[in-house]
């Protein structure tokens, strides 16, 4: 039985082995060849093609070939209900806000301040329709299927928390970003639940392409209408008088009112957290691996331990790079 698990695990791990090495020689072989026909000035669309498309249409799909031999394990689906839907979302704000900023200041450091989150800069130079169709919409509905519904629907019979944490785990190494790695592992844990309780991928989806159209599309518009003299600090002093005195700051106010309810979010997200954490359930599985045994058998295995040093290598050669 445990070499069964153990065997188990190593074939998942295997499976998003497979699926990272295929993305990324394909991600190279398209942006090589974008580079080719267009030059140096590749806009921002076509990295967004040239990577999504070889993730969605190939890698993934291939790395199904590896996650069948692990079965599935059948449960129950159960609906969630407007409001509990509402509380959970309201609770991944403040999760992703601290993972941000943790991720940021751990950037920061290790790079004394150069290094640059180059999905920032993608987002900020494609249009925001491109965003909202590669990052808002094709992303959480890919990545969820992965990472929730066929790593959870066939680990989860060794444990719930073990499957969640696994799934959270690869979700955020997946990132290949220590600027996402922290947020994606806190968001990763949320939508792993909700899924877990719930066995229907739709609402997991629904909140991560909330999450991801707020970060692709809404908040950029927000910032494309302040004026950028005011962002880069050369709006003198004289100007921003009489900017307040015409009632036009350039945007600022569009800034602040984004500001103020996405704080209100965050401090209404800790609260739930605080507050409603503590009454969520897991279940005893029916293969249950032993507190002893879950780390070793989850992580000490050819195919986890390959994807994360494969992972783990490609995130530092991102972030040093």
């Known amino acids: ?39 140096t000035d590749v806009p921002a669309w076509a990295v ?19 996650f069948t031999r692990v079965p599935v394990i059948r449960t129950r689906q159960y609906p969630m209900k407007a409001g509990e839907f509402i509380q959970i979302f309201v609770m991944c704000i403040p999760v992703m806000f601290l993972g941000n900023m943790i991720g940021n200041i751990l950037s920061a450091g290790a790079t004394d301040g150069q290094a640059t989150n180059r999905i920032n800069d993608v987002i900020l130079g494609s249009d925001w329709r491109m965003n909202a169709l590669f990052i808002g919409l094709l992303a959480p509905v890919c990545e969820e299927w992965i990472f929730r519904k066929e790593i959870i629907s066939r680990l989860r019979r060794y444990g719930e928390k073990t499957a969640i944490m696994f799934s959270a785990l690869a979700f955020a190494l997946f990132h290949m970003n220590v600027f996402q790695f922290f947020y994606a592992f806190g968001l990763g844990l949320m939508f792993g639940y909700v ?3 719930t066995s229907r991928l739709r609402y997991s989806v629904a909140m991560h392409m909330l999450i991801n159209l707020n970060g692709s599309v809404l908040a950029p518009l927000v910032i494309q209408q302040i004026d950028p003299r005011i962002l880069d600090g050369t709006v003198s002093e004289a100007e921003i008088m009489r900017m307040a005195e015409t009632g036009n700051m350039g945007g600022m106010g ?26 969520w359930e897991f279940y005893l599985a029916p293969e249950e691996l032993p507190a002893g045994l879950k780390i070793r058998t989850a992580y000490a295995n050819p195919g986890v331990i390959a994807y994360l040093l494969l992972t783990v290598m490609l995130t530092g050669w991102m972030l040093f790079a």
Request: aromatic share 10%.
């Open 1 to 39: 039985w445990w070499f069964t698990a153990h065997r188990r695990f190593s074939t998942i791990g295997s499976a998003l082995a497979i699926m990272m090495v295929f993305w990324i020689g394909l991600n190279i072989l398209a942006t090589e060849a974008l580079r080719t026909l267009l030059g």
């Open 48 to 66: 967004l093609l040239a990577s999504s498309g070889p993730l969605y249409v190939v890698a993934m799909p291939l790395s199904m070939l590896a």
């Open 195 to 197: 899924y877990t309780r």
């Open 254 to 279: 569009i800034m602040m009112l984004y500001g103020t309810v996405m704080l209100g979010l965050c401090i209404a997200g800790i609260v739930l957290l605080i507050t409603k954490c503590k009454s």
